[in-house]
């Protein structure tokens, strides 16, 4: 389970991040259920507003006045509405918020089953904002504590965990823009020449640096460590990120004295910042969707207005007739003109709905979206590219989990269009089999998530084949391991396993079967 604070970006607003939690835009297409705490209504305007008074009985404050938590659950793990509710007092009460107004959702739109909380920071008894003391390192003790009390997988919560966020933030980070960052650049392009200088016995710490200027990098000390920086431009990284053994104690046990370069090494290539094809396809279609959508709103409204005007002036001759008819009297032109005035209010109502309902096509079909989302929809629709770029980064996976894949790591992209299938934001493919089983595609390994369910085995040995080939690494404890064994014969597969004690059971079936065959010949 991990619990992430997620950082505001301005003063925010509950009614907002509510619209986002409860999926408004989309019907609440991703939310299974909700509910609303310490707040005095059933319907979720009535308590919306509440909070937003309660809010607004502060007006000194100019900060953010929501806090908003992330509970999330590994891949297999769905908690029920009972231990959630649990989960999420205890959380709060490990900051001292039990008691704040706050809207809970829980998310099914990802791989990871997990539960958004909105909280009113105004405290309910002073109206003081409350800003918890070390709330994330709270956050992380109590989330430790719950995962024994209601056996969930243990997640890291060691303040450690900062440096991994950021290289998750900077990976992300390419995934939103299009565009590489420099310690992508440098691993990409450099780190397999600069371990091939590392490994020679022979090389030197001259050797090093040479390597690096060939691409415009230099090796140099900053603080009490090294780093490795563009010798042109304001961009650097610590060298051990790019690399453990570069860190400034492993180079000077392996080269003595940290010194600067004695020569000047002509590069011929460097940084160059490239944005992807699939960044400017998504940024052309963004703009021509400004574009069509400034235009079509501009005609929306010179023909609103051109009708308006003429049922005006339609309304206004037929007062007027009536007012010059000498023949009616005043109480009948006073009937007349109620008549008139209540055609009119249809009218208009009518022409209002017409043009708002076409307003809201126009921004509809128009509408702009993130570049996650563009990619996301690509890839449903069998863009290999677009899954790659989702995926971007290189999958992990853990000793417990059942996986398949291609025992030299190869990486396939290819989506199954004859299954149905949803693709998160990290460009998992999931396939549903069945109601409890799942396979989840990430490129370079099958993940699979069984009861006992021989189709789903099935199912991803097939794929497995066709993605990874004929031999294929099996992880995963020794009821998987059997099962894949027992589906692979029972379905005459003819796969080969890379793990040796498999490898052996396969090698004895088929020999039993050519020596029954040979005795069935004879």
């Avoid at 790019?242 to 290539?269: A, I, W, Y």
């Avoid at 206004?316 to 010059?324: A, H, K, V, Y």
Wanted: aromatic share 8%.
């Amino acid at each position: 389970m991990i619990v992430k604070q997620v950082s505001s970006k301005g003063k925010g607003s509950f009614g907002g991040l509510a619209e986002y939690i409860l999926d408004e835009k989309n019907n609440m297409e991703k939310v299974e259920y909700y509910e609303f705490s310490n707040c005095p209504y059933s319907e979720v305007d009535g308590n919306l507003e509440y909070i937003k008074q309660m809010q607004n009985l502060n007006q000194v404050l100019s900060g953010d006045k929501t806090m908003h938590l992330i509970v999330s659950f590994q891949e297999e793990e769905k908690p029920t509405k009972e231990v959630l509710r649990d989960i999420e007092k205890e959380l709060l009460k490990s900051i001292g918020m039990e008691n704040h107004h706050r809207l809970s959702a829980t998310h099914t739109n990802t791989n990871n089953f997990h539960l958004h909380i909105a909280i009113n920071r105004i405290n309910p008894e002073n109206n003081l904002l409350v800003d918890p003391w070390k709330s994330k390192m709270k956050l992380q003790k109590k989330a430790k504590e719950l995962e024994k009390k209601y056996n969930l997988k243990i997640d890291n919560h060691d303040p450690t965990w900062t440096k991994e966020q950021l290289q998750s933030d900077i990976k992300d980070n390419e995934v939103h823009s299009g565009v590489k960052s420099f310690l992508s650049w440098v691993k990409e392009n450099i780190l397999e020449d600069i371990k091939e200088v590392l490994d020679n016995p022979k090389s030197t710490l001259e050797d090093l640096h040479s390597t690096l200027g060939k691409y415009n990098l230099e090796l140099k000390t900053r603080g009490n460590g090294v780093i490795i920086a563009d010798k042109t431009r304001k961009l650097f990284v610590k060298a051990s990120d790019v690399h453990r053994t570069l860190s400034k104690n492993s180079l000077e046990k392996k080269f003595g004295k940290f010194e600067n370069p004695k020569t000047h090494t002509k590069p011929v290539k460097q940084f160059t910042n490239p944005t992807s094809k699939l960044w400017k396809e998504y940024q052309n279609l963004m703009s021509q969707r400004k574009v069509t959508k400034k235009n079509l709103l501009e005609l929306e409204k010179i023909s609103r207005l051109e009708i308006k005007d003429s049922l005006t002036l339609k309304y206004s001759e037929q007062l007027r007739e009536i007012r010059n008819n000498s023949t009616l009297s005043r109480e009948v032109k006073y009937q007349y003109k109620l008549v008139i005035y209540a055609n009119k209010r249809i009218e208009f109502d009518n022409l209002k709905e017409v043009f708002s309902k076409k307003r809201r096509d126009i921004h509809k079909d128009n509408k702009l979206f993130s570049y996650k989302e563009f990619l996301l929809e690509k890839a449903l629709n069998g863009d290999k590219l677009s899954l790659e770029a989702l995926r971007n980064t290189k999958m992990k996976f853990k000793p417990d989990e059942n996986i398949l894949r291609d025992p030299n790591g190869k990486i396939n992209h290819k989506i199954w269009q004859s299954v149905k299938a949803k693709i998160t934001k990290q460009g998992n493919v999931v396939y549903q089999v069945g109601k409890d089983s799942k396979i989840i595609d990430k490129g370079d390994h099958l993940k699979l998530s069984l009861q006992n369910n021989d189709k789903a085995i099935l199912m991803a040995l097939q794929m497995a084949k066709a993605m990874y080939g004929d031999t294929l690494d099996v992880k995963g404890d020794i009821a998987f391991k059997k099962h894949i064994l027992m589906v692979s014969e029972r379905y005459n597969l003819k796969l080969n396993f890379s793990n040796p004690v498999m490898k052996k059971i396969v090698t004895q079936n088929r020999q039993e079967k050519a020596k029954q065959s040979i005795g069935k010949s004879r």
